[in-house]
Nanobody, 115 residues
Framework: QVQLVESGGGLVRAGESLRLSCAAS????????MGWYRQAPGKQRELVAR???????NYADSVKGRFTISRDNAKNTVYLQMDSLKPDDTAVYYC?????????WGQGTQVTVSS
């Protein structure tokens, strides 16, 4: 059974940085794609960044130029480097892994950015 374990969330001030990690286990295969989503209170979960096995990436417009997604296929781990954080980035961040027709979510990690 695939499991995702996220880490790296926390409380920071506006303008500071955080790096999230998501380690996947339980799969013999490298995931087709991995990504980060976030959900703020009262809002729907939204895509932040996604990366395919081949390294293609896409980002939400709101984070372009500030966030960078990367992955280590050998470790089945995906990272999200978040720079120049803003209070609007405050949310629970979820890792998602896609393998063929199966999708797995992590438990989420809280990111809080104070002004």
């Amino acid at each position: 059974q695939v499991q995702l374990v996220e880490s790296g969330g926390g409380l920071v001030r506006a303008g500071e940085s955080l790096r999230l990690s998501c380690a996947a286990s339980g799969s013999r295969f490298s995931f087709n794609a991995m990504g980060w989503y976030r959900q703020a209170p009262g809002k729907q979960r939204e895509l932040v960044a996604r990366i395919t096995g081949g390294g293609s990436t896409n980002y939400a417009d709101s984070v372009k130029g500030r966030f960078t997604i990367s992955r280590d296929n050998a470790k089945n781990t995906v990272y999200l480097q978040m720079d120049s954080l803003k209070p609007d980035d405050t949310a629970v961040y979820y890792c998602k892994a896609e393998l063929f027709s199966t999708t797995t979510w992590g438990q989420g990690t809280q990111v809080t950015v104070s002004s």
